[in-house]
């Protein structure tokens, strides 16, 4: 059964910073791409991040490039999203999910206000 399984969320001040964690069962983390996502208030869900199966290349939407960083750790089976320099407009659900998707998660909640 395939599970991911997000957290590290909260309630942060603007110019803050978080780390997200999601952490894979029931498939083989290590040959899969993994992305994050997320989905603002009233919104379609949106591509942040990804990573390749052995995290050697990372791309970037244009709205995170330079604040995020995604990596992963295969031994772990979890993929991380550092957050740095968080803004208001970062305020959404996040979710992780394979390349290609896989049922989703529940999502962590990220919440930037001061």
């Known amino acids: 059964q395939v599970q991911f399984v997000e957290s590290g969320g909260g309630l942060v001040q603007p110019g803050g910073s978080l780390r997200l964690s999601c952490v894979v069962s029931?498939?083989?983390?290590?040959?899969?791409?993994m992305n994050w996502y997320r989905q603002p208030p009233g919104k379609e869900r949106e591509l942040v991040a990804g990573?390749?199966?052995?995290?050697?290349?990372?791309n970037y939407a244009d709205f995170v490039k330079g604040r995020f960083t995604i990596s992963r750790d295969n031994n772990k089976n979890t993929v991380y999203l550092q957050m740095n320099s968080l803004k208001p407009e970062d305020t959404a659900v996040y979710y992780c999910?394979?390349?290609?998707?896989?049922?989703w998660g529940q999502g962590t909640q990220v919440t930037v206000s001061s």
């Open positions: 999910n394979a390349l290609p998707t896989k049922n």
């Open positions: 029931g498939f083989t983390f290590s040959y899969y791409a």
């Open positions: 990573i390749s199966s052995t995290g050697g290349n990372r």
